[in-house]
């Protein structure tokens, strides 16, 4: 599928999209995929090579947008992006939080900072970004919150119990904020993506991704313009009477 095939979803055309961790991966295809419905991207990395990256991209797509460093870990530079975009009267409308992160390990063997880095970035990443956020989309009277979760979230995945855990999480904290929020027209969704071919995944062995897709059954993994469609869907116009709900694409695993 080609994102710039999809047509125009009314809504989008106008909006400020906040996608974090689309220096790559599923997040790289959002961001464009959001660009190219022609709302105005703030793409995040963790560095200012990284945040240099997205801002080309963005121009080689001819979409209006910019790259920008964020730490999702931290709380002083989540203020410190919202404070730049303030100035920059950008008040993102479209939020996608999409950046994640990996440290697998069983149980037993699970260092605490393994366990924390996880939980903090995947979930309370959500507390930080989002409540700041929202004031700007009451002021707009509407907006779209979209968290990035997984299918590991809903079925469990041995040596992944801090992901799991984290990912679960955004599921109740979304469907929690989905009522907060619905009398001021902002919508809070989870996407919940099987597995979709990026760095995350890249260490993953052909023949495991063999084995992998015998119990998918689409029979492959997905692609990060699979989950980019979605998200156009959610942000769009079209997607504005479902809230507090989690879409899996999976191609049927779960
Ligand atoms: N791939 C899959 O099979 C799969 C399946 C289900 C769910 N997901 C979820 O989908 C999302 C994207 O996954 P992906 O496979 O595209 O991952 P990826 O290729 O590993 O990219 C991760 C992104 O997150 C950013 N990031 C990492 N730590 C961050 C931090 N502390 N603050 C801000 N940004 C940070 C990275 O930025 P830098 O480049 O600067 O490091 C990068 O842009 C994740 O939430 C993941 O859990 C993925």
């Known amino acids: 599928m080609d994102l710039s095939e999809l047509g125009v979803w009314p809504g989008i055309s106008g909006q400020v999209s906040l996608v974090t961790g ?35 991209h963005l121009n080689d797509c001819c979409i209006e947008g910019q790259g920008m460093v964020l730490d999702v870990n931290d709380s002083q530079s989540v203020e410190s992006l919202f404070s730049q975009l303030a100035q920059q009267e ?14 697998d390990n069983l149980l037993l063997r699970m260092k605490e900072e393994e366990w924390e880095e996880v939980l903090s970035t995947n979930l309370s990443s959500l507390y930080r970004v989002c409540k700041a956020s929202l004031r700007g989309m009451i002021k707009n009277r509407g907006g779209r919150i979209i968290n990035i979760t997984s299918v590991v979230g809903l ?12 990912k679960a999480g955004m599921i109740g904290f979304g469907r929690s904020l989905a009522k907060e929020v619905a009398s001021r027209n902002i919508t ?26 015998v119990q998918i059954p ?5 692609k990060d313009v699979d989950i980019a469609a979605a998200v156009i869907f959610l942000a769009s116009d079209a997607g504005g009477y ?5 879409l899996n694409i999976n191609g049927g695993l779960a």
């Open 22 to 56: 689309a220096s790559r991966g599923i997040g790289k295809a959002i961001a464009q995929g959001l660009g190219l419905q022609g709302s105005y991207v703030i793409g995040t990395a963790t560095t200012s090579s990284g945040a240099e990256n997205i801002s080309k």
């Open 90 to 103: 950008k008040t993102p409308t479209i939020l996608v939080n999409n950046a994640g992160i990996t440290r």
């Open 155 to 166: 079925i469990g995945n041995p040596g992944q119990s801090n992901y799991a855990a984290a």
């Open 188 to 213: 809070v969704n989870s996407i919940a993506p099987g597995y979709i071919e990026t760095d995350m995944t890249a260490e993953i062995s052909e023949s495991q991704k063999e084995a992998l897709s």
């Open 218 to 222: 689409s029979g492959r993994l997905g």
């Open 242 to 246: 479902i809230t507090g709900e989690t």
